[in-house]
Nanobody
């Protein structure tokens, strides 16, 4: 079975940095585009970033451009989200997800999801 496990969340001050990791198993990792989504209390799940299976192309939500960087290490079956200049509005549960096709920001396009990791940014 496919399993995605996020880690690296925690409590940080505004302006700080955090690096999230997502370890995948049960799938041919290099054949999947990977994405990060987030969901804050009382809000819908929203797209954050995505990366093609080759790692050569990336896509970001406008709200995180210039601050967040998505990357992947296919040898380790792991996708990362480096988050810099964090803001209180970045507070959310962050989920990684796997899709067969790169370029979509829609949650239904992603076949597999992790359980999420909490990121809290204080003022």
């Amino acid at each position: 079975q496919v399993q995605l496990v996020e880690s690296g969340g925690g409590l940080v001050q505004a302006g700080g940095s955090l690096r999230l990791s997502c370890a995948a198993s049960g799938l041919t990792f290099s054949n999947y585009a990977m994405g990060w989504f987030r969901q804050a209390p009382g809000k819908e799940r929203s797209f954050v970033a995505a990366i093609r299976w080759s790692g050569g192309n990336t896509l970001y939500a406008e709200s995180v451009k210039g601050r967040f960087t998505i990357s992947r290490d296919n040898a380790k079956n792991t996708v990362y989200l480096q988050m810099n200049s964090l803001k209180p509005e970045d507070t959310a549960v962050y989920y990684c997800a796997a899709a067969r096709i790169f370029g979509t920001t829609s949650p239904p396009s992603y076949a597999y999801w992790g359980q999420g990791t909490q990121v809290t940014v204080s003022s």
